[in-house]
């Protein structure tokens, strides 16, 4: 959906133990090529989800504190 990183979408990735400068290199194409049907918190919560540097990501917790649910009743969750 974003491509093969690089240093502009990941910074340091070039750095990381496995990183090889011969990966094939692949264009993204945004997510709604690929999920059209989604409203924008949907793809909002999604691209937060599959961002490539794991310390940017969003975390579980914070997911589910994210607009895509403010519909649901979350009397019953456990980390209210």
């Given at each position: 959906?974003?491509?093969t990183?690089?240093?502009k979408s990941w910074p340091g990735i070039t750095k990381l133990p496995n990183f090889k400068v011969k990966f094939p290199q692949f264009k993204g194409k945004g997510l709604t090529s690929y999920c059209n049907q989604l409203d924008e918190?949907?793809?909002d919560l999604l691209s937060r989800m599959i961002i490539y540097?794991?310390?940017k990501r969003i975390s579980a917790k914070q997911a589910l504190t994210h607009p895509y649910f403010d519909d649901l009743d979350k009397s019953q969750f456990y980390f209210n």
């Open positions: 959906m974003y491509g990183p690089n240093e918190k949907a793809l540097d794991p310390y």
